[in-house]
């Protein structure tokens, strides 16, 4: 759901992407978050809405999806701590590569993305 300038909801026609409120649409310094186009990606089997451009990261906290990984001591869930790469919060596992820090990584149409658990489980095949 957008808004208006006038702080009214839009009706979800005309947004590109279905926005939960989680989503900055209206910034006081940089202003209107720009039209983008929308991609598809899976997340734990889930299928939701990004805009093209952003960080999966971004994507995760606009759908309401707040845990990234566990931790592999103990087991806590964890989610994007410092969002500028610097931290290992924000690892998932993305199209079967492990590791992948989500806050600096674009979102891409048709990508899966699934929470680490632990050190994570290598799928792939041969490194
Ligand atoms: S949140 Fe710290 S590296 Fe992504």
Same mark, same amino acid.
């Given at each position: 759901?957008?808004?208006?300038?006038?702080?009214?909801?839009?009706?979800?026609?005309?947004?590109? +992407?279905s926005?939960?409120?989680?989503?900055? =649409? @209206?910034?006081?310094v *940089?202003?209107? *978050?720009p039209?983008?186009?929308? +991609?598809?990606?899976?997340?734990?089997?889930?299928? =939701?809405?990004a805009?093209?451009? #952003?960080? =999966?990261?971004?994507? *995760?906290?606009?759908?309401?999806? @707040?845990?990234?990984?566990?931790? /592999? @001591?103990?087991? #806590?869930?964890?989610?994007?701590?410092?969002?500028?790469?610097?931290?290992?919060?924000c690892?998932?596992?993305?199209?079967?590569? *492990?590791? +992948?820090?989500?806050?600096?990584? /674009?979102?891409?149409?048709g990508?899966?993305?699934?929470t680490?658990?632990?050190?994570?489980t290598?799928?792939?095949?041969?490194?």
């Amino acid at each position: 759901m957008g808004w208006t300038e006038e702080g009214e909801k839009m009706a979800e026609s005309e947004t590109t +992407v279905s926005s939960p409120e989680t989503r900055v =649409i @209206h910034h006081p310094v *940089l202003g209107d *978050l720009p039209d983008a186009p929308v +991609v598809h990606l899976t997340v734990d089997g889930r299928e =939701i809405a990004a805009r093209a451009g #952003e960080m =999966i990261a971004a994507a *995760l906290l606009a759908n309401d999806i @707040h845990v990234f990984r566990t931790s /592999p @001591h103990s087991g #806590e869930p964890r989610g994007p701590f410092c969002a500028v790469g610097r931290c290992p919060d924000c690892m998932m596992s993305v199209d079967g590569v *492990l590791n +992948v820090q989500t806050c600096q990584t /674009p979102v891409r149409d048709g990508m899966s993305v699934e929470t680490q658990h632990g050190l994570g489980t290598w799928k792939g095949g041969e490194a």
